[in-house]
């Protein structure tokens, strides 16, 4: 079993950055994908970015040239480097994993909130 943890969110204004932290235990998540999903209020989630165990990342149109991942496996710990931030990405941010290969994220974290001000 993984155990997902986010940590990072908060307020911030419009054009502002913040990093959120996705922090496993319970296994190495250092060969697993670890996607960013985001649910805003009356929303479905929605994928955000993702990365490999190879480094190959993957973001959505809405956050492309906004958003980085990266990870650090001796943390086992997937960061979501966010800049430029607009008050639409206002949303409870979750991290997941799951196998190389595998369709679904079998593992989720609780979330953490990200409120953009305008």
């Known amino acids: 079993q993984v155990q997902l943890v986010e940590s990072g969110g908060g307020l911030v204004q419009a054009g502002g950055s913040l990093r959120l932290s996705c922090a496993a235990s319970?296994?190495?998540?250092?060969?697993?994908?670890v996607g960013w999903f985001r649910q805003a209020p009356g929303k479905e989630r929605e994928f955000v970015s993702s990365i490999r165990w190879s480094g190959t990342v993957f973001h959505a149109d809405s956050v492309k040239g906004r958003f980085t991942v990266s990870r650090e496996n001796a943390k086992n710990t997937v960061f979501l480097h966010m800049n430029s931030l607009k008050p639409e990405d206002t949303a409870v941010y979750y991290c997941a994993a799951k196998s190389t290969g595998s369709e679904d994220y079998p593992y989720w974290g609780r979330g953490t909130q990200v409120t953009v001000s305008s």
């Open positions: 319970g296994r190495t998540i250092s060969m697993y994908t």
